[in-house]
């Protein structure tokens, strides 16, 4: 399935396990319009996998099949080693696999700590009765989750905002809540659609090593898109480039930036 | 206390428990609005349908008689037991779920994405459909609602502020199904709110009415919400149809009242269930106080047009209502 050996350690120290998901040979169209051609990618447990390319490429399309939202109508999807049968997005959700949008969203009229703690609701398995009720199990899930949802929150550092409507919240900490809401489901596999797209570079410093420190503590397995190759070179351990809907290099920050067909791509050199 | 203002504070009573009945048929509206931005023309006949359906369970009628009775040549109409009040409640209840179910199952898991104007239609269709039903299901006569409710004023009002006027103030007139009602829909509020702030399915349900792919992404099955929501409202047009039927019999006008909670939702908002609650209580008073105060001058009857007329000055002067949404256009 895959060349490389099961499970290695990176030169800073962390592991990164055997595949989580596996895409195999995806094509997605619209109409007439392919917009993923018969793409082939894993994404290993542990790791920062990146999904780069120009405007257009096809990157957006390529999450939203991993995460349920669009339909292939080619290939397969293996996650966790088991085939993924056709699924509703929300279904895929509760396999573990969480993603923050490309334009932000988030529950507007709600506070940040609920917005925060509907990534929990998953975890909450008292049903509606029991619920309506509000006694015994469901008391404790609540504080059980708000307990998780309070780490996330520290983590993440917007303690200071927990009880303001995500209405009132400025971009870049809007972007900060979508992503404590993702991480706060404790997912297997975190999917970010341009997590820096429209900031400045302070704020594009700060997401990043929040990135990174996600990945190193908690371990979680992050696939993300990103259409500034700077930033990504440094993230990422390993990189997918797509141009016009096809995979056109594959590999470490390193192997890629030296691919011919990845500098035409990016310079904007002409299709034959 | 001068005889006048006491009668001007009994009117203004009368009022707010009118305005309860408002609130209470608004309420549903509001419901099924926030979660899927469908307006439910049928939510009055809802309360119709659920209001006959409580009737003919109790009276042990039997369902869709008049069509067995023309296919098979029988002649059943009762069962001939009588359900009590609140075994036959409960059987409702689990009947208008499965409407709720029926209703996401057939009409809009197909009308997904479909313009506002679309599911508008396809409610209005949908109230006939109901309409229909509830005549074939339960006949048309007029029935009464025996659910033991208190009826007729209170005595033991009367007779406490009976001294507080003069010779010609005979103590407050306060019907007691009102204040049964107003009882009634506080409880009904509180527990819709605590519903909505407090348990998993309430927050889904608030993450649902903000934000469909947010929502689809955090796992939450729109199906499953859409499905509760109309449950809820269903659970709201029960109670509006037993707190109406109580009041002036299970009848087909009953219906009509989903046009009384229109200028209700004008004042309160589409999207604010205290929106409901208020505005179906200034409604409520504002069209009693002005019979009481302008409508011998204008020679009465003013109730029939105050409430449209009062939300038509809303929509010129404040379109989002009382406590809607601010409507911010983004240059």
């Not at chain 2, 889904?204 to 903000?210: E, G, L, N, S």
């Not at chain 2, 809820?232 to 046009?259: E, H, N």
Request: no cysteine; proline share 3%.
């Amino acid at each position: 399935m895959n060349a490389m050996a099961d499970s290695y350690v990176t030169e800073d120290g962390r592991t990164i396990g055997g595949v989580l998901m596996d895409l195999r040979e995806i094509t997605l169209r619209f109409g007439g319009v392919e917009a993923i051609k018969n793409i082939s990618f894993d994404i290993r447990e542990g790791e920062i996998r990146a999904i780069i390319g120009p405007n257009g490429a096809g990157k957006s399309s390529m999450l939203n099949v991993i995460s349920g939202f669009y339909k292939p109508q080619e290939g397969e999807v293996y996650f966790r080693g088991a085939l993924r049968p056709a699924m509703k997005p929300y279904q895929v959700a509760r396999q573990g696999i969480a993603r923050t949008f490309q334009n932000i969203a988030l529950f507007e009229g709600m506070t940040v700590l609920d917005n925060i703690m509907t990534g929990r609701l998953n975890y909450m398995k008292a049903g509606i009765i029991k619920q309506a009720i509000w006694k015994g199990a469901a008391e404790r899930e609540e504080i059980e989750n708000r307990a998780h949802v309070e780490r996330v929150i520290d983590f993440l550092d917007i303690q200071a905002i927990r009880k303001t409507p995500v209405g009132r919240l400025p971009y870049g900490l809007k972007k900060r809540v979508e992503l404590a809401r993702a991480l706060a489901a404790d997912p297997k596999l975190l999917l970010l659609d341009e997590p820096m797209a429209g900031m400045n570079v302070e704020e594009k410093e700060d997401m990043s090593r929040f990135i990174l420190d996600v990945n190193d503590e908690f371990g979680t397995t992050i696939a993300l898109i990103e259409h500034d190759m700077g930033v990504v070179m440094d993230l990422s351990d390993r990189v997918v480039v797509m141009d016009y809907g096809r995979k056109i290099g594959d590999g470490t920050p390193d192997e890629v930036r030296g691919n011919q067909e990845v500098i035409d791509a990016y310079l904007g050199v002409a299709h034959d | 206390m001068s005889t006048d203002f006491l009668y001007l504070v009994e009117v203004l009573i009368n009022g707010l428990m009118a305005g309860v009945m408002y609130s209470l048929v608004a309420l549903g509206f509001v419901l099924i609005f926030k979660a899927s931005g469908i307006f439910n023309y049928a939510q009055g006949v809802m309360a119709l349908f659920a209001a006959l359906t409580l009737a003919g369970i109790m009276e042990g009628q039997v369902p869709f008689a008049h069509i067995i009775n023309a296919i098979l040549g029988t002649n059943i109409h009762h069962f001939g037991w009588h359900v009590p009040a609140v075994l036959a409640i409960l059987m409702t209840i689990v009947v208008m779920v499965g409407f709720a179910w029926g209703v996401q199952r057939f009409v809009f898991r197909h009308l997904v994405g479909q313009e506002p104007i679309i599911l508008f239609m396809a409610t209005i269709g949908l109230a006939y459909f109901l309409e229909g039903v509830g005549d074939l299901m339960w006949g048309s006569d007029i029935k009464t609602l025996a659910l033991g409710l208190p009826q007729g004023g209170s005595r033991w009002l009367e007779d406490m502020t009976v001294g507080w006027g003069g010779d010609d103030f005979y103590g407050f007139y306060i019907d007691k199904l009102d204040m049964v009602a107003t009882i009634v829909a506080i409880l009904l509020v509180a527990s819709l709110i605590a519903f909505s702030q407090y348990t998993k399915h309430g927050r889904a349900m608030r993450a649902v009415a903000d934000d469909h792919q947010a929502a689809l992404s955090v796992g939450i099955s729109l199906n499953f919400i859409w499905i509760l929501v109309w449950s809820l409202a269903g659970f709201v047009a029960l109670v509006a149809g037993i707190m109406w039927g109580a009041k002036s019999g299970v009848q087909f006008s009953l219906s009509m009242i989903a046009l009384k909670a229109l200028p209700v939702l004008m004042l309160g908002g589409f999207t604010s269930i205290p929106g409901a609650i208020v505005g179906g209580l200034i409604i409520g008073m504002g069209e009693k106080l002005f019979e009481y105060t302008v409508g011998s001058l204008v020679g009465g009857a003013t109730e029939n047009w105050f409430a449209y007329v009062l939300a038509l000055l809303f929509l010129v002067f404040r379109p989002q209502g009382l406590f809607g949404e601010r409507i911010i256009e983004r240059v």
